[in-house]
Every structure is written in C-alpha cells, then in structure tokens.
C-alpha cells in the first residue's frame, strides 16, 4: 500500500466525517458565516476531526515504539498496562488530591504511564524465554492488575461513574476548547520520526545497539517518555482506545518491514484513517445517535488481534 493511498482515504475520510452527524449539515450551509450550522461546523465538527486524527496518529506511533524497542509485535500500550497505569494516575490525582488542577491531572497521569511502562519492561527483562505471545498475555495480565487498583480505589471513594465516564473513550464531547492538549502528541511524533533510525537500532537488542556506539539506555527511555506522553493525551482526552496501537503498526510493517524511518509515515495516516473509519461507523451504526468509538475499535482490533494470535510466530518474526 503506497502513502499517497493512506493520504487519500485519510482525506475522503475526513470529508465523510465532518458531514456526518445528528445535526444535517451540508456544504452549501457554510456558505453563510453566521448561521447556527456554520457554527456548529466550526465548534464541534472540526475539533472532533483533528482529535481523531492526532488520536489515531498518536497511539499508531506508540504502538511502534514500543515494539521496536520490546522487540515484539505484540506489545503496545494496550498490552503493556500503559493505558490502564495513564488511568490509575488519574483516579489518583481525583481521590486523594482533590485540589489539583488539569495540568496536576496531565503530570499524574504522565508520570504513572512513565513508571508502569518502565516496570513492564524490567518485567520483560526478566523473562528467561521471550516468546512472542507469552509476552503481551504477561502485559495484559500486568495491564488487569493496574485496572483493578483503579477500579478498587474508585469504588471505594465513591466516583466510579466519573471515572466510566471519564475514560470511556469517545469523541462525542469533543469541541473547540476540550481538545487542544492533544496537539502536545505532535513534537512527540517529530521526535520518533528524528529518532527512527535510532529506535530501530536499539529495538536490534542491546548488545547490538552498543556495538554501533548507540547510548541503548537512553534511546529506550526516550521511547518510553514519547510513548508516555502521546498515551497521556489521548486517555486525558478523549478516554482509553483500546488496540489501535498494536494492529496498525503490525498491519504497515506486512508491507513496509521494521524500519521506522520508512514505517512512521504510514503508520500516521494509518492510524488516522482506522480511527476515522471506525468513528464514522460509530455514528452510523444506531443514527442519529452513536455508540463510543472505543466500542468499534475494540470489535474491529480484537478479531484482528485474535487473527494474529493464530498466525503465532512466523507473523511475529516477519
């Protein structure tokens, strides 16, 4: 699959989306500045569309990082407990330090995601036998520990439908003013598009990675803090979107192989284009009303997911 074809569904896609709605508005309606469509147009259409496309774009990145760097196409924020650890800083910074503010929240859930990426891979350092799906069922396990101290401290605080509603993963509340912190996934892209060559060095193993001169350490945590940040924004945002990260980098590297210089590019329309897609289908579904697009993502990823289960290693190894 050529870029300039991920480009162009990305583009129809938008075009499709911003015109799909509870609200009919049609082309020819925008043609007066001021009236109420137009408005609605520019406030909630427009933000819902760029949210996606950063969104998609964004966990399509660190679903790449991470499996260059753990060495395994299984692995991703959904199967390494990143998502779920964004979500326990959260409920932490709602239980226990009722004051903060958002930018507190945004640390919380950053550094959480920092440290529980941090400890799954030690957990993967410490596995004698790396095989390839043992691994990600070792995250997803890892991932149902963190979730359930979430779930645990929300229920007992008494704010566990803030917290369902919170992280439900939807763009139904999207409008201008409520979506701008993902543009902070933006330079994290930049940076693992500058940093391609070296990622895809030290995802060789560390041995290797030192042998050509390469700080392994230091690379690896890079990865870790643009993984962290990207999957902060998205979960602050707009909730958890479960396996978009895992199946659209594993779907560009069948035709593109492992080398992120080449990869990311197609992993960023990719990302946007599935997400677009699956939202559209989300709207679409039970018109005029919509179910979460996390729900659409989680059927569509998961049959994906199972057919790479089945495919084992020899898909994995490619």
């Known amino acids: 699959m050529r870029l300039w074809m991920l480009v162009a569904a990305t ?4 075009f499709i989306s ?6 009919d508005i049609k082309p020819s309606d925008l043609l007066d500045w001021d009236s109420d469509k137009t408005q609605i147009f520019l406030m909630s259409r427009v933000p819902r569309l760029m949210a996606i496309i950063l969104a998609g774009a964004g966990m399509g990145i660190s679903g790449l990082i991470m499996q260059s760097l753990s060495r395994n196409k299984f692995v991703s924020p959904t199967t390494s407990g990143t998502l779920d650890a964004a979500k326990l800083g959260i409920v932490v910074s709602m239980v226990f330090f009722t004051s903060v503010g958002y930018m507190e929240k945004i640390l919380f859930s950053f550094t959480f995601a920092l440290i529980g990426m941090m400890i799954f891979m030690r957990l993967l350092e410490s596995i004698k036998f790396k095989d390839v799906i043992f691994v990600p069922l070792i995250g997803i396990m890892y ?3 963190i979730g359930a101290i979430s779930t645990f401290i929300a229920y007992e605080a008494d704010v566990m439908q803030s917290v369902d509603t ?6 139904t509340l999207v409008v201008s003013g409520r979506y701008e912190l993902l543009y902070v996934a933006v330079p994290a892209i930049i940076l693992a598009y500058l940093y391609a060559n070296k990622f895809t060095v030290a995802g060789m193993g560390e041995d290797f990675a030192k042998n050509l001169g390469l700080s392994y350490r230091t690379v690896l945590n890079l990865g870790l803090v643009l993984v962290a940040i ?7 945002t707009v909730g958890i979107i479960p396996f978009l990260g895992l199946i659209v980098p594993n779907i560009v590297s069948l035709y593109m192989g492992d080398n992120l210089r080449k990869t990311i590019p197609h992993t960023i329309f990719l990302g946007a284009a599935f997400l677009l897609m699956c939202d559209i289908l989300s709207r679409l579904i039970v018109y005029p009303f919509e179910i979460p697009v996390n729900t659409t993502v989680a059927v569509i990823g998961s049959a994906i997911f199972l057919v790479m289960l089945f495919r084992g290693k020899a898909y994995a190894k490619k």
């Open 230 to 236: 990207i999957s902060t924004t998205v979960v602050l």
């Open 143 to 145: 991932g149902n520990i």
């Open 166 to 171: 919170f992280f439900l993963g939807s763009f």
């Open 11 to 14: 583009i129809v896609l938008s």
């Open 18 to 23: 911003l015109f799909i709605g509870a609200i």
